[in-house]
C-alpha cells in the first residue's frame, strides 16, 4: 500500500478533472478529522427477549485499521490521506456504532459494555474486511465497506456460532470530497446495521 503523506484527496479530485494524477502540488492544509454516524429509523422497537449481549471489539483489516482515510486508485493501487481521518480508530468507532444500534433495538434485555462482569447470553464479534473509498471507476466513485459478524451463544454450548454473515456495501460518493465520502460510508454503515437487525430477529 502507499502511504504517501501529501495532499491525496485533493489532488486525486483535481486529478480526476484534469484527466491525470501526475504533477498535483497543492500547498500544505491543515488535518480534517471525520465520524460515521449511523441513522437508524424510529418506529416500534422489538419486544425484548430474556438474552444479553455482549459486543466484542471489531477487528479490521490491517490495510484499514488506520485513522487515515484509503483510497483505491487502481486494481493493486491504495493510497491513504494522512490529512484527512477518522477521529477515532475505525474498530473502535464501528463497535460502538455497532453497541448502540442494538440496544436500541430492543432486541435483547441488555447490551452489556465492554466493562461488565455479567456473562452474556450471546456475544457478537465481527471482522471489517474492507473500507476504503473506490474511485477505479472515475465516472463512478464508490465508498466500500464489508463487515461480517459472528453471534456466538454462551451456556451449555459454549462458544457454538449461531449465526454467520458477511455485509457487503458500496454507495456512490456524489463529489470527490472527503465529506461526500464520509456520507457515503455513514449510508454504507446503515444499510449493514439495518440488515443485521433483521437477520437477528431471525
Keep these: 500500500m502507499s502511504r504517501h503523506p501529501g495532499n491525496a484527496f485533493l489532488c486525486l479530485t483535481l486529478a480526476l478533472s484534469a484527466g491525470t494524477i501526475a504533477g ?10 471525520f465520524i460515521l454516524e449511523a441513522s437508524r ?18 477487528n479490521v483489516d490491517t490495510a ?22 477518522f ?21 435483547f434485555k441488555q447490551v452489556l459494555p465492554p466493562s461488565s462482569q455479567i456473562t452474556p447470553t450471546y456475544s457478537l464479534q465481527g471482522i471489517v474486511t474492507a473500507l476504503y473509498g473506490d474511485f477505479t471507476n472515475e465516472s ?15 451456556g451449555n454450548d459454549e462458544g457454538a456460532i449461531v449465526f454467520s454473515q458477511a455485509y457487503r456495501v458500496a454507495q456512490p460518493i456524489s463529489t470527490r ?8 460510508f455513514s449510508k454504507d454503515l446503515t444499510d ?11
Design 24 to 33: 498535483c502540488s497543492q500547498g500544505t492544509p491543515g488535518k480534517e478529522y
Design 41 to 58: 429509523p424510529s418506529g416500534v422497537v422489538q419486544t425484548p427477549s430474556d438474552a444479553t449481549l455482549e459486543v466484542h471489539l471489531l
Design 64 to 85: 484499514f485499521a488506520s485513522k487515515n482515510l484509503v483510497y483505491r486508485l487502481g486494481e493493486f493501487q491504495y493510497e491513504t490521506d494522512y490529512y484527512r481521518q
Design 87 to 107: 477521529l477515532v480508530a475505525p474498530g473502535q468507532m464501528l463497535t460502538e456504532k455497532t453497541r448502540h444500534w442494538l440496544a436500541d433495538s430492543g432486541l
Design 140 to 154: 463512478a466513485p464508490v465508498a466500500a465497506m464489508k463487515i461480517r459478524y459472528f453471534l456466538v451463544r454462551h
Design 177 to 184: 470530497t472527503a465529506q461526500a465520502l464520509i456520507e457515503a
Design 192 to 202: 449493514i446495521l439495518t440488515r443485521l437487525e433483521d437477520d437477528l430477529k431471525k
